[in-house]
T-cell receptor
């Protein structure tokens, strides 16, 4: 257990569906991240939030929409996805940004399959 | 862009030692991390190096040479549970991590 939980763990959706991924951290951290992990490829940073404010959008298509209502919760809203979006989506959190305490702790991920 | 290279796969015998190399070319450098990821699970933090030299944590050690853009993770007294993917990641600024594709280590009896 890393203190970061994600639901659902597995998700199958059609290209016309709308779904949401949820992440919750119990570590008292202020920064949260979404990553995409495709097979045999490096983790790709998607979004970063610090104190609920988005600080990074790494050229992610608009069919992915993040939401951070508070420092403990992070959502990724999905709509009209493509089959190539099938991947493991990982959430992470860290104490802060830019203070030297940025070791990131990851959740178990949501395995997404788009049909 | 950032370039993090590590071998794709390694195989070793239980009780042996394995060294996973990582080379990097990044626009900046503010620390190097190693993570372990078992299949279907979260990456878990193993080690952090920001200064040159060796950091030892039990059976795992990590080394960094900033001038060479090089790090390695050393796994000693290998156990079956060490079979996993090992991710090298470089922080090039305040917080952004650039990851390698991971090295899958298989430990055989």
């Amino acid at each position: 257990e890393t203190g970061v939980t994600q639901t659902p763990r597995h998700l199958v959706m059609g290209m016309t569906n709308k779904k949401s991924l949820k992440c919750e951290q119990h570590l008292g951290h202020n920064a949260m991240y979404w990553y995409k992990q495709s097979a045999k490829k490096p983790l790709e940073l998607m979004f970063v939030y610090n104190f609920k404010e988005q600080t990074e959008n790494n050229s992610v298509p608009s069919r992915f929409s993040p939401e951070c209502p508070n420092s403990s919760h992070l959502f990724l809203h999905l709509h009209t996805l493509q089959p190539e979006d099938s991947a493991l989506y990982l959430c992470a959190s860290s104490q802060d940004l830019g203070t030297g305490e940025e070791t990131q702790y990851f959740g178990p991920g949501t395995r997404l399959l788009v049909l | 862009g950032q370039n993090i290279d590590q071998p794709t796969e390694m195989t070793a015998t239980e009780g042996a030692i394995v060294q996973i190399n990582c080379t990097y070319q990044t626009s900046g450098f503010n620390g190097l991390f190693w993570y372990q990821q078992h299949a279907g699970e979260a990456p878990t933090f193993l080690s952090y190096n920001v200064l040159d030299g060796l950091e030892e944590k039990g059976r795992f050690s990590s080394f960094l040479s900033r001038s060479k853009g090089y790090s390695y993770l050393l796994l000693k007294e290998l156990q079956m549970k060490d079979s996993a993917s090992y991710l090298c990641a470089v922080r090039d600024g305040d917080y952004k991590l650039s990851f390698g594709a991971g090295t899958t280590v298989t430990v055989r009896a």
